[in-house]
């Protein structure tokens, strides 16, 4: 009996030795060395996906392999709302989202989804690196979130099955599918157009059914999702969203990590942003070209002051005035 205890003890203390060395960080030499999970919801081949891998290869070579960074695409360990909370709890050490789900948690971001806030790609950028940008990553560190840097998932435009929409009357009646969000909401009811929000993943088969008519998002997601095999005859660059994104990385995993460490995933991450917005930009002149190759017709010379002036009661709505305000006067 006394050679079976024994034995059951040695057996228990390998256990609890296999389990500590299962922890994200691990000692390597004498130095500990961390692997970090990185999630987002989109395909492989998205900019968010490549953005972060080309962050993932720079920190290990720069850490000298003491930081390694996993990357896990299409919600595999969580949707983006699910993300963004993992952040908040230390369950998931980085993040790229659109900034949607982000509100839940930190709502003055809201405001970035007010239509046509932003003049240009340009002016967006430049409003959201300076000051109005370090407010927001302010907001979102009081929620134990560090926004490392800006980009984004393009603009958003209007597809459609019924007809070319050239002006804001030829939205009238249209069933146009709209993400679950209350200024979009608004912004297509006073365009004339019956909004109708769901889940993306509903939104395919209703498209396909002619249960909506039309929906709206960027021109790399119609691409993707073959929006031209779901009745979508018709796109419109509106570009009435620019809807942007964040990478982003959890305080918790900030503070675990030693500051030499830490200081190298901070600059890195700092990059991606910049580098995924390039990424986005090429990948979106490539994805319309696909669009009309497989026959879309695509109004792209849009008169689009008749759509701004149709969604400005819109801006009255929006809690967050004075940063509202911010962002516009900034672009004078």
């Not at 994200?24 to 030499?29: E, I, L, R, T």
């Not at 996993?70 to 360990?77: A, C, G, M, Q, R």
């Not at 009435?240 to 982003?248: D, K, L």
Request: aromatic share 8%; net charge negative.
């Amino acid at each position: 009996m006394k050679k079976i205890s024994f034995w059951l003890v040695s057996l228990l203390f390998l256990m609890v030795l296999a389990a500590c060395g299962s922890d994200d960080a691990s000692s390597d030499g004498g130095e500990e060395t961390y692997t970090l999970q990185a999630g987002h919801s989109l395909p492989e081949d998205h900019p968010y996906h490549l953005g972060f891998l080309e962050m993932a290869e720079n920190v290990e070579e720069r850490t000298d392999g003491r930081v390694k960074i996993e990357v896990f695409p299409n919600s595999e360990i969580g949707a983006e709302r699910e993300l963004t909370e993992g952040m908040t709890l230390g369950t998931v050490d980085l993040v790229v989202s659109s900034t949607a789900p982000v509100t839940n948690f930190v709502p003055e971001l809201g405001v970035l989804d007010a239509p046509f806030i932003f003049k240009n790609r340009e002016e967006a950028v430049s409003v959201l690196e300076g000051e109005v940008g370090d407010t927001l990553f302010s907001k979102m560190e009081e929620e134990g979130i560090i926004g490392l840097s800006w980009g984004e998932n393009g603009y958003r435009h209007v597809t459609n099955s019924v007809r070319p929409v050239e002006k804001p009357a030829d939205l009238e009646g249209l069933k146009i599918r709209t993400q679950e969000n209350e200024i979009h909401l608004a912004a297509f009811e006073e365009l004339g157009a019956q909004p109708t929000p769901m889940a993306w993943t509903e939104a395919l088969t209703a498209l396909q059914q002619g249960v909506v008519d039309a929906q709206e998002n960027p021109a790399i997601v119609a691409d993707q999702f073959k929006l031209y095999e779901a009745n979508q005859e018709y796109m419109t660059l509106t570009g009435h969203v620019y809807s942007v994104a964040i990478y982003m990385m959890s305080q918790q995993t900030y503070d675990e990590l030693p500051e030499d460490l830490r200081d190298i995933v901070m600059e890195e991450g700092q990059k991606a942003g910049a580098m995924e917005r390039d990424m986005i930009v090429e990948m979106e002149k490539e994805s319309l070209q696909t669009l009309k190759d497989e026959g879309m017709q695509i109004i792209e010379e849009v008169d689009t002051q008749p759509f701004q002036d149709a969604v400005k009661p819109v801006y009255d709505q929006i809690e967050y005035q004075d940063l509202l305000n911010q962002i516009l006067d900034a672009q004078e």
